[in-house]
Nanobody, 117 residues
Framework: DVRLEESGGGLAQPGGSLKLSCAAS????????MTWVRQAPGKGLEWVAS????????VYADSVKGRFTISRDNTNNMLYLQLNSLKPEDTARYYC??????????GGQGTEVLVSS
């Protein structure tokens, strides 16, 4: 079964940065499209970004474009999300997932990001 373990969340000030990591196992990672989604308190899931296996086609939600960067390390089965210029509305639990878009398959508990001064 797909195993995904997110880490790197925490408290950041508005304008600050965090880097989220996702360790993947038990599936063929290097060819998998990978995705980050998030869920803010009291709200539904929101697609954040996706990337193909070769890292040639990162795509982003308009809400994070220019501020977040998705990347991957296929040698070590790791997915990353660099969060810059954080805003309070970025506060959410972030999940990595296999596949594309909002219906990508999650496999972990997520990591919490809180943006507050």
């Amino acid at each position: 079964d797909v195993r995904l373990e997110e880490s790197g969340g925490g408290l950041a000030q508005p304008g600050g940065s965090l880097k989220l990591s996702c360790a993947a196992s038990d599936f063929r990672f290097d060819t998998a499209v990978m995705t980050w989604v998030r869920q803010a308190p009291g709200k539904g899931l929101e697609w954040v970004a996706s990337i193909n296996g070769a890292s040639t086609l990162p795509v982003y939600a308009d809400s994070v474009k220019g501020r977040f960067t998705i990347s991957r390390d296929n040698t070590n089965n790791m997915l990353y999300l660099q969060l810059n210029s954080l805003k309070p509305e970025d506060t959410a639990r972030y999940y990595c997932a296999t596949g594309f878009g909002i219906n990508a398959r999650r496999g972990g508990q997520g990591t919490e990001v809180l943006v507050s001064s």
